[in-house]
Protein backbone atom coordinates (compact mmCIF):
# COMPACT_ATOMS: atom_id res chain seq x y z
CA UNK A 1 0.00 0.00 0.00
CA UNK A 2 0.91 3.46 -0.63
CA UNK A 3 3.02 4.95 2.15
CA UNK A 4 0.06 7.76 2.89
CA UNK A 5 -2.31 4.32 3.54
CA UNK A 6 0.50 3.14 5.56
CA UNK A 7 0.63 6.15 8.06
CA UNK A 8 -3.29 6.03 8.24
CA UNK A 9 -3.80 2.62 9.37
CA UNK A 10 -0.88 3.09 11.92
CA UNK A 11 -2.76 5.96 13.10
CA UNK A 12 -6.23 4.26 14.08
CA UNK A 13 -4.92 1.03 15.33
CA UNK A 14 -2.74 3.52 17.84
CA UNK A 15 -6.33 5.34 18.29
CA UNK A 16 -8.06 1.80 18.91
CA UNK A 17 -5.95 0.65 21.11
CA UNK A 18 -5.33 3.73 23.35
CA UNK A 19 -9.07 4.11 23.92
CA UNK A 20 -9.20 0.60 25.58
CA UNK A 21 -6.66 1.96 27.81
CA UNK A 22 -3.86 0.09 25.81
CA UNK A 23 -5.21 -3.09 26.04
CA UNK A 24 -3.95 -5.57 23.44
CA UNK A 25 -6.18 -6.03 20.56
CA UNK A 26 -5.74 -10.28 21.03
CA UNK A 27 -7.71 -9.64 24.44
CA UNK A 28 -10.35 -7.44 22.62
CA UNK A 29 -13.37 -8.31 20.51
CA UNK A 30 -16.44 -7.36 18.74
CA UNK A 31 -17.90 -5.44 21.85
CA UNK A 32 -14.42 -3.44 21.84
CA UNK A 33 -14.27 -2.49 18.29
CA UNK A 34 -18.16 -1.82 18.65
CA UNK A 35 -17.69 0.82 21.40
CA UNK A 36 -14.57 2.65 19.36
CA UNK A 37 -16.74 3.07 16.16
CA UNK A 38 -19.53 4.05 18.12
CA UNK A 39 -17.53 6.62 19.92
CA UNK A 40 -16.42 7.93 16.28
CA UNK A 41 -19.76 8.31 15.38
CA UNK A 42 -21.89 9.57 18.17
CA UNK A 43 -19.35 11.22 20.28
CA UNK A 44 -17.22 12.78 17.78
CA UNK A 45 -19.26 12.62 14.91
CA UNK A 46 -17.08 12.02 12.31
CA UNK A 47 -18.19 11.25 8.74
CA UNK A 48 -19.35 7.65 7.26
CA UNK A 49 -15.81 7.55 4.86
CA UNK A 50 -14.08 8.08 8.34
CA UNK A 51 -15.27 5.64 10.49
CA UNK A 52 -15.21 3.11 7.32
CA UNK A 53 -11.20 3.98 7.23
CA UNK A 54 -10.95 3.50 10.75
CA UNK A 55 -12.73 -0.21 10.50
CA UNK A 56 -10.46 -1.13 7.47
CA UNK A 57 -7.39 -0.47 9.41
CA UNK A 58 -8.83 -2.25 12.21
CA UNK A 59 -9.55 -5.13 9.95
CA UNK A 60 -6.16 -5.03 8.10
CA UNK A 61 -4.67 -5.56 11.84
CA UNK A 62 -6.30 -8.71 13.05
CA UNK A 63 -6.52 -10.51 9.04
CA UNK A 64 -3.21 -9.50 8.33
CA UNK A 65 -1.43 -9.02 11.30
CA UNK A 66 -2.51 -10.76 13.84
CA UNK A 67 -4.10 -13.69 11.88
CA UNK A 68 -7.17 -13.63 14.24
CA UNK A 69 -10.54 -15.05 13.01
CA UNK A 70 -12.59 -12.51 12.30
CA UNK A 71 -15.88 -14.98 12.51
CA UNK A 72 -17.08 -12.47 14.59
CA UNK A 73 -16.51 -8.89 12.61
CA UNK A 74 -17.76 -10.10 9.60
CA UNK A 75 -21.29 -9.18 11.37
CA UNK A 76 -20.09 -5.76 11.95
CA UNK A 77 -22.22 -3.06 9.52
CA UNK A 78 -20.13 -0.54 7.42
CA UNK A 79 -21.36 3.07 7.56
CA UNK A 80 -23.17 4.38 4.70
CA UNK A 81 -22.11 7.18 2.78
CA UNK A 82 -24.81 9.87 1.92
CA UNK A 83 -25.22 9.88 -1.60
CA UNK A 84 -23.84 13.98 -2.52
CA UNK A 85 -24.42 15.65 -5.90
CA UNK A 86 -21.14 16.50 -7.43
CA UNK A 87 -20.37 20.22 -7.61
CA UNK A 88 -19.71 21.04 -11.15
CA UNK A 89 -18.27 24.26 -12.96
CA UNK A 90 -19.82 25.42 -15.75
CA UNK A 91 -17.60 26.36 -18.79
CA UNK A 92 -17.32 30.05 -18.28
CA UNK A 93 -16.54 29.05 -14.23
CA UNK A 94 -13.60 27.05 -15.76
CA UNK A 95 -11.85 30.04 -18.70
CA UNK A 96 -12.30 32.45 -15.61
CA UNK A 97 -10.56 29.85 -13.03
CA UNK A 98 -7.66 28.86 -15.86
CA UNK A 99 -6.87 32.64 -16.89
CA UNK A 100 -5.86 33.22 -13.43
CA UNK A 101 -3.29 30.42 -13.56
CA UNK A 102 -0.03 30.37 -15.49
CA UNK A 103 2.70 28.37 -15.79
CA UNK A 104 2.78 24.62 -14.57
CA UNK A 105 0.01 25.53 -12.06
CA UNK A 106 -2.20 26.09 -15.33
CA UNK A 107 -0.95 22.88 -16.34
CA UNK A 108 -2.34 20.81 -13.89
CA UNK A 109 -5.23 22.43 -13.66
CA UNK A 110 -5.96 21.89 -17.05
CA UNK A 111 -5.11 18.39 -16.84
CA UNK A 112 -7.24 17.62 -14.41
CA UNK A 113 -10.51 19.23 -16.56
CA UNK A 114 -9.23 18.67 -20.17
CA UNK A 115 -7.92 15.06 -18.96
CA UNK A 116 -10.46 13.66 -15.80
CA UNK A 117 -7.48 13.21 -13.75
CA UNK A 118 -7.68 12.92 -10.05
CA UNK A 119 -4.98 15.07 -8.23
CA UNK A 120 -2.54 12.37 -7.29
CA UNK A 121 -2.58 11.04 -10.33
CA UNK A 122 -1.73 14.08 -11.91
CA UNK A 123 0.86 14.92 -9.41
CA UNK A 124 2.73 11.30 -10.08
CA UNK A 125 2.79 11.53 -13.92
CA UNK A 126 5.87 9.78 -14.83
CA UNK A 127 7.67 11.13 -18.62
CA UNK A 128 7.23 8.09 -19.82
CA UNK A 129 3.23 7.94 -19.60
CA UNK A 130 2.87 11.11 -21.72
CA UNK A 131 2.20 10.44 -25.28
CA UNK A 132 2.25 12.99 -27.32
CA UNK A 133 2.36 11.54 -30.94
CA UNK A 134 -0.73 9.64 -29.62
CA UNK A 135 -2.11 12.79 -27.31
CA UNK A 136 -2.82 10.35 -24.80
CA UNK A 137 -1.90 10.09 -20.98
CA UNK A 138 -1.58 6.57 -19.68
CA UNK A 139 -2.23 6.21 -15.78
CA UNK A 140 -0.56 4.27 -13.71
CA UNK A 141 -1.85 2.41 -10.90
CA UNK A 142 -5.04 4.55 -10.50
CA UNK A 143 -7.53 4.17 -7.97
CA UNK A 144 -8.41 0.74 -7.18
CA UNK A 145 -4.98 -0.24 -8.79
CA UNK A 146 -6.59 0.28 -12.40
CA UNK A 147 -4.43 1.27 -15.39
CA UNK A 148 -6.52 3.26 -18.17
CA UNK A 149 -5.94 5.70 -20.70
CA UNK A 150 -7.07 9.25 -21.07
CA UNK A 151 -6.88 11.99 -23.81
CA UNK A 152 -4.19 15.02 -23.66
CA UNK A 153 -5.76 17.75 -24.74
CA UNK A 154 -4.36 19.89 -27.59
CA UNK A 155 -3.76 23.18 -25.71
CA UNK A 156 -1.71 21.35 -22.99
CA UNK A 157 0.47 19.66 -25.42
CA UNK A 158 3.48 22.60 -26.31
CA UNK A 159 3.24 24.17 -22.47
CA UNK A 160 3.92 20.53 -21.32
CA UNK A 161 6.77 19.67 -23.48
CA UNK A 162 8.16 23.20 -22.88
CA UNK A 163 7.84 22.05 -18.81
CA UNK A 164 9.62 18.96 -19.38
CA UNK A 165 12.87 20.31 -20.92
CA UNK A 166 13.42 22.44 -17.68
CA UNK A 167 12.37 19.52 -15.73
CA UNK A 168 15.37 17.65 -17.76
CA UNK A 169 17.52 20.66 -16.80
CA UNK A 170 16.92 20.16 -13.06
CA UNK A 171 17.41 15.83 -13.62
CA UNK A 172 20.63 16.43 -15.35
CA UNK A 173 22.72 17.61 -12.96
CA UNK A 174 21.26 15.79 -10.32
CA UNK A 175 22.32 12.67 -11.89
CA UNK A 176 25.45 14.45 -12.01
CA UNK A 177 25.48 15.38 -7.85
CA UNK A 178 25.10 11.41 -7.05
CA UNK A 179 21.09 12.27 -6.89
CA UNK A 180 18.71 11.90 -9.84
CA UNK A 181 16.53 8.36 -8.41
CA UNK A 182 12.73 8.48 -7.80
CA UNK A 183 10.59 5.92 -6.41
CA UNK A 184 9.35 2.90 -8.27
CA UNK A 185 6.26 1.27 -7.68
CA UNK A 186 6.38 -2.24 -5.94
CA UNK A 187 9.44 -4.21 -6.88
CA UNK A 188 10.46 -2.63 -9.96
CA UNK A 189 13.62 -0.82 -8.17
CA UNK A 190 15.01 -4.47 -7.58
CA UNK A 191 14.65 -6.15 -10.66
CA UNK A 192 15.56 -2.74 -12.55
CA UNK A 193 18.57 -1.44 -11.15
CA UNK A 194 19.25 1.64 -12.92
CA UNK A 195 15.77 2.24 -13.57
CA UNK A 196 15.13 4.94 -10.97
CA UNK A 197 17.83 6.98 -12.63
CA UNK A 198 16.21 6.93 -16.41
CA UNK A 199 14.45 9.88 -17.50
CA UNK A 200 11.16 8.37 -18.49
CA UNK A 201 10.60 7.46 -15.27
CA UNK A 202 11.07 11.06 -13.27
CA UNK A 203 7.48 13.04 -12.42
CA UNK A 204 6.32 15.39 -14.68
CA UNK A 205 5.54 17.51 -12.54
CA UNK A 206 8.63 17.48 -9.48
CA UNK A 207 8.90 18.94 -6.14
CA UNK A 208 11.55 21.87 -6.31
CA UNK A 209 13.83 20.30 -3.53
CA UNK A 210 15.18 17.26 -2.70
CA UNK A 211 13.63 14.92 -0.10
CA UNK A 212 14.46 11.75 2.39
CA UNK A 213 12.51 9.36 1.56
CA UNK A 214 10.81 7.84 5.13
CA UNK A 215 10.95 3.83 3.77
CA UNK A 216 14.70 3.77 2.11
CA UNK A 217 15.80 7.25 3.81
CA UNK A 218 17.81 7.53 0.12
CA UNK A 219 17.63 11.01 -1.19
CA UNK A 220 15.19 11.64 -3.88
CA UNK A 221 13.12 14.44 -5.99
CA UNK A 222 9.53 13.37 -5.02
CA UNK A 223 6.69 15.14 -6.76
CA UNK A 224 5.10 18.31 -5.96
CA UNK A 225 2.86 18.43 -2.74
CA UNK A 226 -0.59 18.09 -3.13
CA UNK A 227 -0.84 21.35 -1.47
CA UNK A 228 0.68 23.55 -3.95
CA UNK A 229 -2.00 23.19 -6.57
CA UNK A 230 -4.92 22.91 -4.30
CA UNK A 231 -3.96 26.39 -2.62
CA UNK A 232 -3.48 27.63 -6.26
CA UNK A 233 -6.94 26.97 -7.44
CA UNK A 234 -8.87 27.95 -3.94
CA UNK A 235 -7.14 31.38 -4.65
CA UNK A 236 -8.03 31.38 -8.35
CA UNK A 237 -11.65 30.19 -7.05
CA UNK A 238 -12.07 33.11 -5.07
CA UNK A 239 -10.40 35.73 -7.20
CA UNK A 240 -12.94 34.58 -9.99
CA UNK A 241 -16.15 35.20 -7.65
CA UNK A 242 -17.44 31.95 -7.65
CA UNK A 243 -19.17 31.09 -4.50
CA UNK A 244 -19.29 27.27 -5.13
CA UNK A 245 -17.28 24.63 -2.68
CA UNK A 246 -15.18 24.35 -5.67
CA UNK A 247 -11.72 22.12 -5.43
CA UNK A 248 -9.29 20.31 -7.69
CA UNK A 249 -11.29 17.29 -8.07
CA UNK A 250 -14.61 19.28 -9.30
CA UNK A 251 -11.99 19.99 -12.82
CA UNK A 252 -13.08 16.26 -12.77
CA UNK A 253 -16.70 16.54 -11.83
CA UNK A 254 -17.07 18.72 -15.17
CA UNK A 255 -14.83 16.93 -17.31
CA UNK A 256 -17.34 14.26 -16.92
CA UNK A 257 -20.47 16.30 -16.99
CA UNK A 258 -19.25 18.74 -19.67
CA UNK A 259 -18.24 15.66 -21.61
CA UNK A 260 -21.85 14.03 -21.03
CA UNK A 261 -23.19 17.38 -22.36
CA UNK A 262 -21.57 16.82 -25.54
CA UNK A 263 -23.18 13.84 -26.42
CA UNK A 264 -20.50 11.09 -25.67
CA UNK A 265 -21.44 7.94 -24.67
CA UNK A 266 -21.51 7.16 -20.94
CA UNK A 267 -19.74 3.99 -21.01
CA UNK A 268 -16.94 6.08 -23.03
CA UNK A 269 -17.10 8.19 -20.32
CA UNK A 270 -16.78 5.71 -17.51
CA UNK A 271 -13.75 4.49 -19.26
CA UNK A 272 -11.56 7.61 -19.29
CA UNK A 273 -12.68 8.15 -15.45
CA UNK A 274 -11.66 4.74 -14.53
CA UNK A 275 -14.92 4.07 -12.69
CA UNK A 276 -15.59 0.73 -11.82
CA UNK A 277 -19.28 0.67 -11.76
CA UNK A 278 -21.11 2.56 -14.31
CA UNK A 279 -23.73 3.37 -11.58
CA UNK A 280 -21.19 5.71 -10.39
CA UNK A 281 -20.36 7.88 -13.72
CA UNK A 282 -24.62 8.00 -13.82
CA UNK A 283 -24.24 10.51 -11.02
CA UNK A 284 -22.91 12.87 -13.18
CA UNK A 285 -26.41 12.68 -15.47
CA UNK A 286 -28.21 15.01 -12.82
CA UNK A 287 -26.41 18.06 -14.97
CA UNK A 288 -28.15 17.09 -18.04
CA UNK A 289 -31.68 17.36 -16.44
CA UNK A 290 -31.51 21.12 -15.78
CA UNK A 291 -34.33 22.63 -13.84
CA UNK A 292 -35.26 20.31 -11.20
CA UNK A 293 -34.97 17.23 -13.45
CA UNK A 294 -36.23 18.89 -16.61
CA UNK A 295 -39.55 19.87 -14.98
CA UNK A 296 -41.05 23.08 -15.97
CA UNK A 297 -41.87 25.35 -12.52
CA UNK A 298 -45.39 25.99 -12.42
CA UNK A 299 -43.79 30.04 -11.42
CA UNK A 300 -42.25 29.90 -15.46
Request: glycine share 6%; proline share 4%.
Amino acid sequence: MSYRTEQTYVHWIKRFIFFHNRKHPLEMGEAQLSAFLSYLAVEKRVAASTQNQALCAILFLYRNVLKKDLGWIDDIERAKRPRRLPVVFTRDEVRTILARLDGVLWIMAALLYGSGLRLMECLRLRVKDVDFTYGQITVRDGKGQKDRVTMLPEPVGEPLQRHLEKVRLIHGPDLDNGFGRVNLPFALARKYLNAPREWGWQYVFPASKLCRDPRTSSVTRHHLHESVPQRAVKTAIREAGIVKHGSCHTFRHSFATHLLENGYDIRTVQELLGHKDVSTTMIYTHVLSKGGKAVKSPLD
